[in-house]
């Protein structure tokens, strides 16, 4: 099976260009189905009440007043639930030692976050279960919070679970080479401490979820927004005590996921439990305050990190020791020791050097739980990474470029692996870092910037290599025991009119997966992408699968879609060949028709060989094999995940009166293998990157010493808007992962990856002269005015 | 969440409003843009209002002008004022002041006497006619008062209104034809709440600055405006200090917030006298 990808004038060839998105159009005309749209008969709605406290028993609930409320069915309690769903534990066999403790649906007799379910209230509107939850009256005791990460393993320290002896949850020390003895005879060593501010993923729609529990059928439904319908399937059966096939989970239009939608959530299953209960379908949409409190958190860590270089700017060693808070309870089934993994895996990642050390300490609070969102653990350790290098530049007097260029692993070094036992098949890291300072005239920026210095004006450049986790293999959750699918399916079958359908176990969350896959199944047939109708999201009729996470949409599930394709493809020209008594070799599919491969002349529209085979079947010779329905898998299995490298620069001023950072530019190069779609990537690495600025200069959630919320809204909680956004630029160097045909590794995650790093690198390139420094994420003005010593308590 | 409003009218008339509200029982709430207050109630932080809807009140809508006043309804919404061009000619500060205010669907339904009346403190428009000297005029079933925009504001989203009573309007002395306003804030995105926020008017040789987001009511900066008219301006951010009672939160510390209104009102002076060369 080959395809010229080199050749752009090849028939097909949608493969690499931008094409419509075919669910654009019904987005933008309101036609799209969420779940908040989907109404069923004798539908009902819960609301949560949740714990107003960090850490508190709940000596009763008292719900007399609540079902006096029109419209207030009933009322459930932790207990109630906990009749029919058994609790969870989130830990996975290879992240040894990983602890976490049973947790329920909804609490059974302690809360242990601000935002904890402690009763639900169904009732016929959303808002007569909110009247109702207003009436609950919880009978709690307060108890001792655990808020400040660094201290939650002292000894004073109250222990959060007592069953589980302490506050760690997860430790782990990698260790390759001798790096005390590297850190002793180093020219320099460079210390930093890092914080990433707790943030979370903001998505347009919040958490939804409407579960139809047909007991005629013994069968459930679920209509989620979710971005891995089958692990959904699995974790509904398991806890509630179904055979998994008789779980479906629809996943119609989800408005945007980054990592949110791909946990399984105390109050979803709950929900699901009391639709079983009720007989009835309940729904559950968050609304965006108990988004704020109950969808994951993440990024909530505190680094002390070295490197040491020698005189020429040769990397000889990182030593990084990483603290993270994950909140009450580990998530369900991914696990909240994930991020601080990554951050050991990742750690130094563009570099070629010897002696690397790392430790990452995940300890319990009494916070929203944290877990994996968006570029999971990447843009820490890019941030860690790439300030060192920055700093170890300007110490020895180096400039940032020329520091990268001697330490990054040569582009003709792969197969490679890294200090941190990652293995690289191919990147990039100099053919992008090139294409990316010519893109942005370095050169020409920097003498700007030194022009603009002697006028009082402070600008800065930031540069910020990165490696990117994509495709992963069963090592990063199979392994572990997790039912989460690293393999991925598709089903492709023409249709008597010619026209395609192709059914994918990967998902749609807005990104355009379902273009995504209409062009590569386009190309693999031989239609135009008008003529292929995609499918996701549904577990009764998709092939198994994954989902969409970890930037594996494209590598996995395109990969599936375009074996699927070839493979119908051949079976429509088996048919072909016999009904023009010519060779299966000699012809070809061509823009929805067969025809012959060395001319290119028409044979046969496909309409034709679809009349023949579903109506005319007695016309073809016996026995002839006429299967219009092919199905493949895909999974990686040479590597245990396809990394891909990047690099981006910001250029940025910053008002030293005022501590404001305003954006002037950003670039992006990266290297995605093949790329499938140039707009829909482009759009990819920028809205990563927006989510990158975001928890560089603005996104941060708040608490109180005793574990209050204290930023819960759209007001307080700052995301990054449009007016502050930089032009964005972007770049690609493509080195095609062998493999796959497709050769396409993931693009998710690359923009968020480097964003905040490259933005503190640029704003600490403009303070360097006053010698200042700013490593504590989001870089508030007021942060930057405190660094610069500007102002006096 | 969903909100939960105890009931809600429609007045065609500020006499049919006011006995609206008389009827409420202290529950009345007079909806008019319901930028603020609808917010508040779909997070369930005020339920069953009986809300007063005054927004198609004819007479209390539009801008007009007397010989040396502006007059502007209540209802003028902040994209009004941001286009008015009497606005512009005679109370330009306002007109800059929409520039600040939140985004465009904000602007379209969000009215100034809306803004006024929910007096927030980090509010361009209440700092802005504490700085023109604006007179504030409200009606109550006994009749109408006249409240000058110093005795308005009390604390933070309170204000000289009394229950029953309405904002029906404001006037604003014309601005002389030496007269320079300006206005500027910072805030952490453009449309948020300033972190702080200063508007400044130099009449005949006088200054008038107030500041915004710097203690529980917009701040008549009256030590500070004795430093301006004496020319020093040093003096008037060292005066300021005292002016202002600034407080801490999660965007920035009331110290941060103190060196912003330094910053800011050496800006605002700048700008004014940039304009007078």
């Not at chain 1, 559950?284 to 002390?304: K, N, Q």
């Not at chain 1, 690289?424 to 893109?439: C, R, T």
């Amino acid at each position: 099976m080959t395809i010229q990808f080199g050749n752009p004038d090849r028939p097909n060839s949608y493969i690499g260009k931008t094409v419509p998105r075919p669910n654009a159009k019904r987005l933008v005309q309101g036609r799209g189905i969420y779940v908040d749209d989907i109404v069923l008969p004798r539908l009902v709605h819960v609301a949560f009440v949740r714990s107003p406290f960090a850490h508190a028993k709940i000596n009763g609930i008292d719900a007399a007043e609540a079902l006096n409320v029109k419209g207030v069915l009933r009322v459930f309690s932790g207990a109630d639930i906990a009749k029919v769903c058994t609790p969870w534990v989130a830990v996975l066999a290879h992240l040894k030692g990983l602890k976490s403790p049973p947790e329920y649906p909804i609490a059974v007799d302690r809360a242990c976050w601000v935002g904890e379910p402690v009763a639900a209230v169904v009732a016929t509107s959303r808002a007569a279960a909110e009247d109702g939850a207003a009436l609950i009256d919880v009978d709690y005791e307060p108890l001792a919070a655990v808020t400040e990460m660094m201290t939650a393993l002292d000894a004073d320290t109250p222990v959060l679970h007592a069953d589980m002896g302490d506050n760690l949850a997860f430790q782990r020390l990698h260790e390759q080479g001798d790096v005390d003895a590297a850190l002793k005879s180093a020219h320099k060593v460079i210390s930093a401490r890092f914080v990433t501010g707790r943030h979370t993923g903001v998505t347009l729609e919040p958490r939804s979820i409407l579960v139809d529990w047909n007991p005629a059928e013994e069968q459930m439904t679920a209509y989620h927004a979710t971005q891995a319908p089958h692990m959904i399937q699995t974790a509904l059966a398991k806890h509630l005590d179904l055979p998994e096939g008789r779980v479906r989970v629809i996943c119609e239009d989800v408005g945007g996921s980054y990592g949110i939608k791909v946990h399984v959530y105390p109050d979803e299953v709950a929900t699901a439990a009391i639709a079983k209960i009720m007989g009835r379908p309940v729904k559950f949409v968050a609304d965006r305050l108990e988004s704020f409190t109950s969808d994951i958190h993440a990024r909530d860590h505190e680094i002390e990190a070295k490197i040491a270089v020698q005189e020429d700017g040769t990397i000889v060693a990182m030593d990084v020791d990483d603290w993270t808070a994950i909140g009450a309870y580990s998530v369900y089934p991914r696990t909240s020791a994930i991020e601080g993994n990554q951050v050991v895996n990742l750690c130094g990642g563009p570099y070629n050097f010897k002696h690397y050390r790392a430790k990452t300490t995940v300890v319990f609070q009494n916070k929203t739980p944290t877990c994996q969102y968006r570029a999971v653990g990447h843009p820490i350790a890019v941030a860690i990474t790439e300030g060192l290098v920055d700093m170890a530049a300007a110490e020895i007097g180096m400039d940032p470029v020329e520091i990268r260029r001697r330490n990054m692993f040569r582009d003709d070094a792969y197969p490679a692996t890294s200090p941190a036992n990652m293995r690289f098949e191919g990147l990039s890291h100099h053919a992008s870092l090139n294409k990316l300072l010519e893109l942005m005239d370095y050169d020409g920026l920097r003498a700007e910037q030194a022009e603009l210095r002697k006028q009082g004006i402070h600008r800065g450049i930031g540069i910020a290599s990165f490696i990117e986790l994509t495709n992963p293999s069963p090592f990063m959750y199979g392994i572990g025991g997790a039912r989460i699918s690293a393999q991925d399916g598709c089903t492709v079958r023409m249709d008597p009119d010619g026209s395609i359908v192709a059914l994918s176990g990967v998902t749609e969350q807005g990104q355009g997966t379902e273009a995504m896959l209409s062009q590569v199944v386009a190309e693999g047939v031989g239609v135009p992408p008008s003529r292929v109708r995609v499918i996701t999201g549904d577990t009764q009729v998709t092939p198994y699968g994954g989902g969409t996470w970890a930037s594996r949409g494209a590598g996995i599930g395109g990969e599936a879609a375009l074996q699927a394709a070839r493979a119908l493809r051949d079976s429509i020209l088996e048919v072909a060949a016999a009904m023009l008594q010519s060779e299966q070799s000699k012809l070809d599919i061509r823009d929805g028709a067969v025809v012959d491969s060395a001319t290119g002349e028409a044979r046969m529209p496909l309409e034709e060989l679809g009349r023949i085979v579903y109506f005319r079947g007695d016309t073809l010779p016996k026995g002839l094999p006429r299967e219009l329905v092919q199905t493949r898998h895909y999974i990686t299995s040479d590597y245990p995940f396809a990394f891909t490298n990047g690099v981006q620069a910001s250029y940025l001023e910053v008002d030293t009166d005022t501590g404001i950072v305003k954006l002037l530019k950003h670039w992006c190069v990266e290297d995605c293998g093949r790329v499938i779609n140039p707009q829909l990537v482009d759009e990819q690495i920028r809205g990563g990157i927006v989510q990158g600025l975001g928890g560089a200069l603005f996104e941060e959630i708040h608490y109180d010493a005793d574990g209050q919320l204290l930023n819960g809204s759209m007001a307080d909680y700052l995301v990054p808007m449009a007016a502050e956004m930089p032009d964005m630029i972007i770049g690609h160097v493509e080195t095609p992962t062998q493999e796959s045909v497709l050769g396409a590794k993931g693009a998710g995650e690359a923009g968020t990856a480097g964003s905040p790093a490259a933005v503190m690198n640029a704003i600490n390139d403009a303070l360097r002269p006053m010698g200042a420094q700013v490593t504590e994420m989001p870089f508030t003005p007021e942060r930057i005015l405190r660094a610069l010593g500007a102002l006096k308590d | 969440m969903k909100a939960s409003a105890g009931g809600y009218a429609r007045a065609s008339d500020v006499r049919q409003a006011l006995e609206m509200l008389a009827a409420s029982d202290g529950s009345g709430r007079v909806l008019a843009g319901g930028q603020s207050l609808i917010a508040a109630m779909n997070m369930r932080l005020s339920t069953g209002d009986i809300l007063v809807d005054i927004s198609r009140i004819e007479e209390l809508a539009g801008v007009r002008e007397t010989s040396d006043s502006l007059w502007i309804g209540a209802l003028t919404p902040h994209a009004e004022i941001g286009r008015n061009a009497l606005i512009r000619d005679h109370a330009p500060l306002l007109s800059q002041a929409v520039g600040f205010i939140a985004h465009a669907a904000i602007r379209n339904r969000g009215t100034i006497g809306g803004a006024l009346a929910h007096a927030d403190p980090a509010a361009e428009f209440p700092a802005g006619v504490l700085a023109l000297g604006a007179t504030l005029h409200v009606e109550g079933l006994d009749g109408p008062r006249d409240i000058p925009a110093e005795d308005f504001f009390q604390d933070i989203f309170e204000t000289a209104i009394d229950d029953g009573e309405i904002l029906t309007g404001i006037s604003i002395p014309k601005a002389a034809s030496d007269e320079r306003q300006t206005i500027t804030e910072v805030a952490r995105r453009s449309g948020d709440y300033a972190l702080a926020g200063v508007c400044l008017v130099k009449r005949s040789g006088k200054h008038r600055l107030s500041l915004f987001s710097v203690a529980p009511k917009p701040v008549l900066a009256v030590q500070a405006m004795a430093e301006l008219d004496r020319g020093d301006i040093e003096g008037a951010v060292r005066a300021l200090q005292a002016d202002i009672d600034p407080s801490s939160d999660t965007q920035a510390t009331a110290t941060y917030r103190r060196h912003l209104a330094g910053i800011l009102l050496r800006r605002a002076v700048a700008t004014i006298q940039g304009e007078s060369e």
